[in-house]
C-alpha cells in the first residue's frame, strides 16, 4: 500500500511537472528564465556535499504570452510562496520519496530547510523548490555513489526526460567523476544528462571520488612512463658505448704484453719502437659476367637500358614475363615500355601462346 501512495505521489510530479529534471552537484548561479529554447522548461538540481547529504533546487519555467496568463502565473506564485501549492511544487512528493529510500536503503534521510522562490521577467516565470535531502548518496570510504535513492524498487522514479528536460549531477569541491551511466556530458566535476533520454532500471548513476586520487593515478602513470624512457635512454648509451669500446690485449707470451699495452705502444728488442706491417688491400671482387648491370648503378640507367640490358645478358630473348620479374616493375608498365621499344624498332615482340616473346633486334646488340 505504501509503495502505491509513493507510486501516486510520483505520478503525479511527473504529470504536472512533464517530468522533472534533475542536477546534481554544488552548482554554479544558474538562470533559466531567459527566452530562448537552450534553456530546459524543467530542472532539479542536486549539489553533493562529501558527507553525501545534498541540495535540491527544483525549478519550473512557465512562458507568458499574455496578460491572462500572466494573472494566472501570479495567482501560483502566490500559493507556492505560501507552500499552499500541491503537486510537484510541494516538498511532501519529495518527503515521501526520502522516506522509501531510506527504509530501502537502510540510511536515515529526511527533507530539511525547505524553501520556495518565485521570478519573472517579461515573457517568463518560474518557480523555485529548494531543499535538504540528508544522506541522499552513500559515501563508501571516501567515494560518493549516487543512485539508490533515485530508484524506488529497482525503478527509477524520474523514468524519463524530455526534449526540454535537464539532469546534472555536480560534485562537491575536490572531487572529480569517475564514472556515469548512462552516458552523459562530462565536465570537470560535473555530469549533464539532456533530453530526450530514457533510464534503465538502476540508473541514473554516478560516482565521484576525491581529485587528488586521479591525480595520484596520474602521477603514477607518469613516474612509470618516465622511468621507462630513461632506462631506455642507459640502455643505449651503453650498447653503443659496447660498440665503440676497443678490444682490450690479453695477456700473452709470459705476461709481457697487458694493460700497459693501453698506455705505451710496445717496443721491440732494441727499445725501438715496432709497427705492425702493413696489410694488403682485400682484392675487389670479380666481376660478375650474368650481371648485365655489373660495374653500372642501375638507378642511372634509363627504363629502355635496363631492358636491352637484360636482353643482352640472355642472348638477345627473354620472355616478357621474365622481364617482369627481374625488373620488378609491374605488369602494365613493362608492356606499355615494350611496346614503345618495339615501335621504335629497338626490339621485336612475337607472341607465342599465351606469352611473349622479346627479341633484341640486330641493330641494338
Known amino acids: 500500500m505504501r509503495t502505491l501512495l509513493v507510486t501516486a505521489w510520483i505520478l503525479c510530479l511527473l504529470a504536472a511537472v512533464g517530468g522533472a529534471t534533475v542536477v ?26 562529501a558527507d553525501g547529504d545534498a541540495a535540491f533546487s527544483v525549478r519550473k519555467r512557465f512562458t507568458l504570452g499574455g496578460d491572462e496568463e500572466r494573472e494566472a502565473f501570479d495567482r501560483l506564485a502566490r ?37 520556495r522562490e518565485t521570478r519573472t521577467s517579461d515573457n517568463a516565470g518560474t518557480l523555485e523548490l529548494r531543499f535538504r535531502w540528508t544522506n541522499f548518496a552513500a ?4 567515494t560518493i555513489e549516487v543512485g539508490d535513492a533515485l530508484t524506488i524498487d529497482g525503478e527509477p522514479w524520474l ?11 555536480r560534485a562537491p569541491e575536490n572531487y572529480a567523476v569517475e564514472n556515469a551511466r548512462p552516458e552523459a556530458s562530462v565536465e570537470p566535476g560535473t555530469v549533464v544528462w539532456e533530453g530526450p533520454q530514457q533510464f534503465e532500471p538502476g540508473q541514473p548513476t554516478a560516482t565521484l571520488v576525491p581529485s587528488s586520487r586521479t591525480n595520484e593515478d596520474f602521477s603514477a602513470l607518469t613516474v612509470g612512463l618516465g622511468l621507462a624512457l630513461v632506462a631506455a635512454i642507459v640502455l643505449l648509451v651503453y650498447l653503443l658505448s659496447q660498440r665503440r669500446s676497443p678490444t682490450l690485449p690479453s695477456r700473452g707470451d709470459g705476461g709481457e704484453r697487458g694493460w700497459s699495452a693501453l698506455i705505451a705502444p710496445p717496443v721491440g728488442d732494441g727499445g725501438e719502437e715496432t709497427t ?90
Request: glycine content about 6%; overall charge negative.
Open 24 to 49: 546534481a552537484g554544488p552548482v554554479a548561479a544558474s538562470d533559466h528564465t531567459g527566452d530562448g529554447d537552450e534553456n530546459p522548461t524543467q530542472t532539479i538540481e542536486i549539489d553533493l556535499e
Open 79 to 115: 500559493e507556492f510562496e505560501s507552500g499552499e501549492a500541491d503537486g510537484e511544487f510541494s516538498a511532501t512528493v519529495f518527503e515521501r520519496i526520502a522516506e522509501r529510500a531510506s527504509e530501502k536503503n537502510g540510511r536515515e534521510m529526511a527533507i530539511e530547510d525547505v524553501s
Open 139 to 142: 559515501t563508501p570510504e571516501d
Open 159 to 169: 523514468p524519463s526526460l524530455s526534449a526540454d528536460q535537464r539532469l546534472i549531477i
Open 276 to 365: 705492425e706491417p702493413a696489410r694488403d688491400p682485400e682484392p675487389e671482387p670479380a666481376a660478375d659476367p650474368d650481371d648485365p648491370f655489373d660495374g653500372v648503378d642501375p638507378e642511372l640507367l634509363s627504363d629502355e637500358e635496363r631492358v636491352v640490358r637484360l636482353l643482352e645478358a640472355n642472348g638477345g630473348r627473354m620472355k616478357q614475363a621474365n622481364i617482369v620479374t627481374e625488373t620488378n616493375w609491374s605488369n602494365a608498365k613493362v608492356s606499355q615500355l615494350l611496346s614503345a621499344m618495339a615501335e621504335e624498332g629497338r626490339i621485336e615482340k612475337l607472341r607465342i601462346g599465351r606469352e611473349n616473346l622479346i627479341t633484341l633486334v640486330e641493330d641494338e646488340r
